[in-house]
């Protein structure tokens, strides 16, 4: 069955498009999943507005993380877009499990992936780096909500890093946290700032923090 009336589109034009990916859905198919990942609802909708139109990968999320997800309508959208994106700005929002020591900082590591596809961080410089900016924006007893600002594109890069800090996301059985009050991941991809490829204008979509996340941390 379809899912394309559930696609949230953020931006539309000849070029781009850009979308809001629930959680609990694949950017793109993996051997045990083809048809129901974002990738493909965008195919559709795209098919269903003209049968020539084409889509092209730029970027992915996790799974279980939410969030501004682009696609391109063309080969050289596609590479002009990967090929400046860590100029571009991609802010997150998470909620972490805990107190975060400090109201701001730098998280700066190597990472390694195991074969079973699992991102630790390594103590020496073989890894492949990886910054995030982040920044408290709430925070009560049991939890805080994060800003985070990333520098690098490394696979799971957010999850590790907060949970080598001690402050897993809430959520992320995947990295430590056993509890699951919301039932999905505690993280947001929010904001996505870029130069358009073609009119070279400075364009910035946002999207409201989910209010689960609010929640959370009153």
Do not use: C
Not at 28 to 37: A, L, N, P
């Amino acid at each position: 069955m379809s899912r394309i009336k559930k696609l949230e589109i953020l931006y539309e034009d000849k070029y781009i498009i850009v979308v809001n990916k629930p959680a609990n859905l694949l950017t793109i198919s993996t051997e045990k999943e083809k048809d129901r990942t974002l990738f493909h609802y965008v195919y559709e909708y795209l098919k269903k507005k003209n049968k020539n139109n084409k889509v092209f990968i730029v970027h992915r999320l996790d799974k279980d993380t939410s969030g501004i997800v682009i696609f391109a309508k063309d080969e050289n959208t596609k590479y002009f877009l990967q090929n400046n994106w860590n100029t571009f700005k991609r802010n997150y929002v998470a909620i972490v499990e805990g107190k975060v020591k400090n109201n701001k900082g730098v998280l700066k590591n190597y990472l390694e992936e195991t074969k079973t596809h699992l991102t630790y961080v390594v103590n020496d410089k073989n890894g492949k780096l990886a910054i995030t900016e982040y920044e408290k924006v709430l925070e009560n007893k049991r939890y805080t909500m994060l800003s985070l600002n990333i520098k690098t594109g490394r696979k799971n890069q957010i999850r590790v890093q907060l949970a080598n800090i001690g402050n897993p996301i809430v959520g992320d059985k995947k990295y430590g946290n056993k509890k699951d009050p919301i039932r999905r991941m505690a993280l947001v991809a929010n904001t996505l700032e870029f130069i358009h490829p073609k009119s070279k204008q400075n364009i910035i979509i946002d999207i409201d923090i989910p209010k689960e996340f609010i929640q959370l941390v009153k």
